[in-house]
């Protein structure tokens, strides 16, 4: 199956001007917005130019809205008419990944040459994440010009340093958090990954994901003090030996797996089409310790229920066969469930290690609060989908990567991680963050009906 082979419904929106859609993108991709965690070398007057670009080839949306720059990021509001309707968010991010210097020559048309050439638009952004960018500035602009009035207020994101420090949404966040605004919902990039749900005991169902909450990560560092010494005799072990083991404690003793509530959600949506029956059994009885043991088995979706561990880092071994290591030390990387949380995973590890091990978290960041999937945004969100997406199973997981979305999760309860812009695997695959990227028109199009279709059920019409 290719992805749009599932598209729908492409004639919606006939007065949309596609063309000049794709031409919007093709001027965004020539600006060199690419961001850099040393500052210095970032070209801020990119993005004075591309801003200027954008309120020209936005009029309604920047004459209507009230335009907020915040450090380089933008904030744009769209008042509604009905105060009594919390405001809904759509965001992207104005920076790209740098190309890899040296790599140029392998793109077929240039990084920042915004090409169209085989009904692709070519360029670093055209898939993460300047066509959401210009998509939800299209959504608003067609609306707002075809005179419809937003009944909800709402926001308009792009940050600067998405791939960086995400210094510009934090600021925002606080912002909104400060004027005491609480959002509806926040749609952002990522997610969108289409596969058979033979592994849900579905097979011939293709499920499609929408981000709905981030894994927490952590690095946690075993370190041993030992003075070495000849092998000869290693009573006391060895802090090689004393590190494995630890381990090896901690990899047979992860902390308890949970059927997620979006797990639960997603088996409720593909109970019609499941015909395994071992699984059907399963979800019918609702058999917790069955289906954990289901998922845990398999390698798509053990990740779904559990947090889990990578040992990653050693450092210290002897360099010779006949002598004891001194200090050594090793690093675990978890990504956490959101039933565990940095602190919980420490002294659950406490208790399983050898007691002269030392633990540190290196590095720590708790998981996100899961996203409402009963909430309004999910439940207009869905429809929306299945109209342009034919025959795909919508199901709630953990988002892949960090996006910017979760510093909205002070003022929003429903916080979605859905790019609407299903290119084929293979293009996606290549592009983002890697060589070539590019977006076919139809799949960029298609994606930006979904945006206003979107906008205007739930900020336009407001529908319940
Ligand atoms: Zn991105």
Redesign the pocket.
């Known amino acids: 199956m290719r992805n749009s082979d599932f598209f729908n419904h492409e004639t919606d929106y006939p007065e949309l001007d596609g063309e000049r859609a794709v031409e919007h993108l093709r001027q965004m991709l020539r600006f060199e917005t690419t961001s850099y965690v040393d500052t210095s070398r970032i070209r801020y007057e990119e993005f004075d130019r591309m801003q200027a670009f954008l309120r020209e080839a936005y009029p309604c949306v920047f004459r209507r809205g009230e335009v907020e720059r915040i450090g380089y990021s933008l904030l744009v509001r769209i008042p509604g008419t009905d105060p009594a309707l919390r405001p809904a968010l759509f965001m992207?991010?104005q920076d790209v990944v740098p190309v890899v210097p040296g790599t140029e020559k392998n793109w077929t048309h240039g990084p920042f040459s915004g090409d169209l050439a085989d009904g692709m638009v070519w360029g670093r952004g055209a898939m993460?994440?300047k066509e959401m960018l210009t998509g939800i500035l299209e959504s608003a602009e067609y609306l707002l010009a075809s005179g419809r009035q937003f009944r909800r207020t709402t926001y308009l994101f792009f940050s600067e340093d998405?791939?960086t420090c995400s210094t510009g949404v934090r600021a925002a966040a606080a912002l909104l958090k400060e004027r005491g605004v609480e959002l509806e919902f926040v749609l952002d990039?990522?997610s969108g990954d289409i596969m058979d749900a033979a592994d849900y005991g579905a097979p011939g169902t293709y499920v499609c994901t929408v981000g709905t909450y981030e894994k927490g990560y952590v690095d946690m560092k075993l370190s041993v003090h030992a003075p070495g010494g000849h092998s000869s005799n290693p009573f006391h072990g060895t802090s090689l030996g004393i590190l494995s083991q630890s381990i090896a404690a901690i990899l047979e003793h992860m902390p308890q797996a949970h059927i997620s509530g979006s797990v639960r959600e997603t088996l409720r949506r593909l109970r019609p089409v499941m015909t395994d029956p071992e699984m059907m059994d399963l979800v019918d009885r609702q058999d917790e310790p069955g289906l954990l043991r289901w998922f845990l088995g398999r390698e798509n979706l053990y990740h779904l229920v559990t947090t889990t561990a990578a040992p990653t880092m050693i450092k210290g071994g002897s360099a010779a066969g006949n002598v004891m290591p001194q200090d050594m030390e090793a690093v675990i990387n978890f990504r956490l469930t959101p039933y565990d949380t940095p602190q919980s995973l420490l002294e659950h590890c406490r208790k399983l290690v050898d007691s002269r091990v030392e633990l540190t978290l290196v590095q720590q960041i708790g998981a996100s609060r899961p996203s409402d999937t009963d909430g309004y945004g999910y439940r207009m969100l869905i429809p929306v989908l299945e109209h342009y997406f034919d025959r795909l199973v919508f199901i709630p997981v953990q988002n892949r990567g960090a996006?910017d979305a979760r510093h909205f999760e002070s003022v929003c309860r429903s916080v979605f991680r859905f790019g609407p812009f299903l290119e084929e695997e293979a293009i996606s695959g290549e592009g983002?963050h890697g060589t070539n990227e590019r977006i076919s028109v139809r799949a960029y199009l298609q994606g930006i009906r979904v945006l206003t279709g979107l906008m205007e059920k739930t900020c336009i019409e407001a529908v319940n």
């Open positions: 992207a991010h993460d994440i998405e791939e990039e990522s996006t983002i």
